[in-house]
């Protein structure tokens, strides 16, 4: 959620950010809504006003025991009192119709975030590990998996198209995946384990900007509640509605869930194998900082996410997202891209952002500064640590064997009992 302050003190500055994602010009709109917005509220003070001063002048014209101004005066305060339902009805109307024009644009992006309408634009920061080489031609995990366990045909038969049951070897290994992940950052990076619901109400997924916009992204249940997309919103609105003091800050969560996502607008893509799934386990990370920490804390998560590609042996290398592949409440985004083998490409397997306190306006998550009057807006901070399926894909591919086996990362051996290669069935 935008400060309409800010687009109050310069206009053209925040249409300038917005042409950046490709949204055209709303400043003046804006500025209209607030303006109608702010009459109510000064028609609705000043009738109030009145109505004091007039309580007073009835009082006086008693005591002078003049009853024909005193009538006169209280048929004014009763005329006033009979128009202030209507006066606060316009107000309502006028703070609803601002909010609802700005809840429905993205954040704008931060200063350094390069020019770009879709991925063509995105910058590369660094690369890390080298593909591995093969004697033999790489397969991809669809062709590798149903031999360890990952049967796509009797997922689908349960549940229809982007569904996928796991058992054996390959469950075994995304379990291990999750929980390794998880304990890395809980034990090695200071962030505190959450079991969250994965059921949540209307305010929590706009809090973090799935709805109005993205409603179509989501699963809706029938008595209401919004099944989680990703972590990410259960954990960022812990802090919704309360004021924090600053010394409790930052706090850095960890979720690892099961996220469901519609995939409406992602039709025709990835639509074999496991990298598109409506259900999928994710390891969420999620931070909550002054406003003065965000940026040293997005590349310290981002790092975060980096240290469990490096353990696991994987090569990958980190994108700086351009402002028209950003997503919607992000400021600025990494994008940590795994080499998959069989396909001969890097694909995203975390996603990390700084939100600044775009999140926090819309969950009203303050923090207050020892010494002032004021609070302040929290910034909020969320990324992958990994997405479990995609980092499975990518151990499959790099670990694949030419006799159909999948070597096992040694950091993962320990949560398989040992276990150093997965074998395929025959």
């Known amino acids: 959620m935008h400060d309409i302050r800010l687009i109050r003190d310069d206009p053209a500055a925040f249409d300038a950010a917005l042409a950046r994602r490709g949204v055209v010009p709303q400043a003046a709109a804006l500025l209209s809504l607030d303006d109608a917005r702010r009459a109510a509220i000064a028609a609705a003070q000043a009738a109030q006003t009145r109505r004091n001063d007039l309580s007073k002048q009835i009082g006086q014209a008693k005591a002078q025991k003049d009853e024909a101004r005193a009538q006169a005066l209280m048929a004014e305060v009763a005329a006033l009192k009979d128009a202030l339902p209507q006066q606060e009805a316009a107000e309502a109307e006028a703070e609803a ?8 644009l993205p954040n704008l992006p931060a200063a350094d975030v390069p020019e770009g309408g879709d991925e063509s634009g995105n910058v590369l920061v660094h690369r890390r590990g080298e593909p591995p080489a093969f004697a033999f031609p790489p397969r991809e995990h669809d062709a590798i998996g149903p031999a360890l366990g990952l049967d796509f045909e009797t997922g689908v038969a349960i549940a229809g198209a982007r569904f996928t049951l796991v058992r054996g070897q390959a469950a075994r290994l995304q379990r291990a995946l999750g929980q390794f992940m998880l304990d890395t950052l809980t034990r090695d990076h200071g962030y505190e ?5 994965l059921l949540v109400k209307d305010e929590a997924v706009f809090g973090t900007g799935q709805l109005p916009k993205f ?4 699963f809706r249940t029938t008595d209401g509640r919004w099944l989680i997309p990703t972590a990410e919103v259960s954990l960022t609105n812990i802090v919704r509605e309360s004021i924090l003091p600053a010394r409790e800050l930052p706090l850095r969560f960890a979720a690892l869930t099961p996220c469901f996502r519609s995939e409406a607008g992602a039709a025709g893509r990835d639509t074999r194998g496991y990298i598109r799934q409506h259900q999928f386990d994710k390891v969420e990370m999620v931070s909550i900082v002054p406003d003065d920490a965000s940026e040293a804390e997005h590349e310290r998560m981002t790092a975060c996410a980096e240290h469990i590609l490096d353990a696991l042996g994987l090569p990958y290398r980190r994108m700086l997202l351009c402002a028209g592949d950003m997503g919607f409440t992000a400021r600025r985004t990494y994008d940590l891209e795994v080499w998959l083998p069989g396909q001969d490409t890097y694909r995203e397997i975390s996603s990390c952002s700084t939100c600044g306190d775009f999140q926090a306006r819309r969950m009203n998550a303050r923090y207050r500064v020892e010494g002032e009057k004021a609070p302040r807006f929290a910034h909020t901070l969320n990324g992958s640590g990994l997405a479990v399926g995609r980092t499975l894909v990518a151990v499959l591919e790099n670990y694949q064997q030419d006799d159909g086996a999948v070597a096992v990362p040694t950091v ?4 398989l009992g040992g276990l150093d290669r997965l074998v395929a069935r025959r």
């Open 412 to 415: 993962l051996q320990p949560y």
């Open 193 to 197: 384990e959450v079991a969250p619901p």
């Open 215 to 218: 409603a179509e992204d989501l």
């Open 97 to 104: 119709a601002l909010a609802t024009a700005l809840a429905a």
